[in-house]
């Protein structure tokens, strides 16, 4: 159990354009939602807290206008890059954290973006 | 500024050596520990956490990890690594915020 699925897996589109990613949690209610931004051979940065029917908590120096986040349901968020640049382009994952323990992050598989 | 750092960037070892990858946190209220691990084309998966308790936990795969409170530290062991054990190993914590908070990672490779 606790599987977390992200869609797409890779995307390629046009600087100006906006893309979205979904992140579903498959087999677990989940009302917290995170979203991280990995580079190359870097660690994960968390970009923000996405919580179910609220608005998601950004880190600080992330773009909130930028990178849109909505929480729709207990198995659903989506992270949308808004007028894409080439230096958006990165690994976007999120993760999820079961509701009935709280105690541990599950992962995603992952979106890579490239925006040409 | 809450912070986790890993001192090895990069470790070689050969198969059956032994393992021992440093992390350290700086956060000055209760913290839960982890160490992640990501397979070459895979996600991240959890190898063991801490939550409380006995300070030396073992996880999946023969890795431990021992907490140092007076040391804000949580060292990844292994006695024995294997080259299927070639990985990104990321250490990470998470505050009373539930927010996490992940180290630079350190590779590893395991020459057979």
Not at chain 1, 39 to 55: C, D, V, Y
Not at chain 2, 15 to 26: D, F, V
Not at chain 2, 78 to 83: E, T
């Amino acid at each position: 159990g606790a599987v977390v699925s992200q869609h797409p897996s890779w995307v390629i589109c046009k600087s100006g354009t906006s893309v979205k990613i979904e992140c579903r949690s498959l087999d677990f209610q989940a009302t917290t939602m995170f979203w991280y931004r990995q580079f190359p051979k870097q660690s994960l940065m968390l970009m923000a807290t996405s919580n179910e029917g609220s608005k998601a908590t950004y880190e600080q120096g992330v773009e909130k206008d930028k990178f849109l986040i909505n929480h729709a349901s207990l198995t659903l968020s989506t992270l949308t890059v808004t007028s894409a640049h080439p230096e958006d382009s990165s690994f976007y994952i999120c993760s999820a954290i079961r509701d009935r323990d709280r105690d541990e992050q599950y992962f995603g598989p992952g979106t890579r973006l490239t925006v040409t | 500024a809450q912070s986790v750092s890993q001192h090895n960037h990069h470790v070689i070892l050969s198969e059956a050596a032994s393992l021992e990858l440093g992390c350290n946190y700086s956060y000055g209220g209760t913290v839960n520990l982890f160490w992640y691990v990501q397979y070459p084309g895979q996600h991240l998966q959890l190898l063991l956490k801490y939550f409380s308790g006995d300070p030396l936990v073992k996880g999946i795969k023969g890795f431990e990890a021992e907490f140092i409170k007076s040391k804000f530290s949580f060292n990844l062991r292994k006695p024995s690594v294997q080259w299927s054990d070639t990985a990104e190993y990321f250490c990470a914590f998470s505050n009373t915020g539930n927010q996490f908070y992940f180290g630079t990672g350190t590779s590893l490779t395991v020459i057979p």
